[in-house]
């Protein structure tokens, strides 16, 4: 009774489905070389192989590959150390420190920096809800995919290891703001380059600094097209 039951209830497939393929006359005739069909038929099939790492084929355009911190067009940073990154990763791969910026060191618009910034390359998986979750497109994602090393540490990339390289016309942090400005300034995309206030602040405290010439330049034609 409980047979009857369970097998109106549970029918059973047709074993046709799963058993041996029977083979007509042709099929049976060339049995013994239908493995070569397939290898034949892959002999004039476009080659797919990537020639890596000789040839570098392009990712997709929007790839998730290593993270980068951008900066401002003046050279300010644009992480402002709030965490939310850090809190929306699933696998607790990024670390940050926020620190307070002062007069005296000024790294990014407001407040506050990230200090400490390190990604554990061992544990990203790339999801890309860490850039989601950045209120000031600090954080971005790169398309490159060549993250290896020889040791655990090396893969725990640091604040320096991921800051985007300066721009041609950039004025190395710390610095003070843009005068008159607020960071709502810097956020609604307000802030083109250095100005000549920055650059004599850089050029007092840090003569040496590469940056300067070419800031200086940039702030220069910057004042005499506004002029
Ligand atoms: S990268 Fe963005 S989300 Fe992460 S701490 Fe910096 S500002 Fe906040």
Redesign the pocket.
Known sequence: MTDNVSQEEFPQPDPALWGPVKKGPVGKFFAPVAGFGVTLTSMFRKVVTEQYPEQRVPTAPRYHGRHQ?NRYADGLE?????????W?CPADA?L?E?ASNTPEAQYSPGERY?RV?QINYLRCIFCGY?IQ???????TMTNDFELAGPTRESLIYEKQDLLAPMGAQMLAAPHPMVEGTTDANYYRGEITGPTQGQVAWVAEKRPEDPTLAQAAQAAQASSERSA
């Open positions: 911190l644009r992480c402002i150390g709030c965490e939310l990154c850090a929306a990024i940050v926020a990230g910034y860490c979750a950045c209120p000031t497109r600090a954080l």
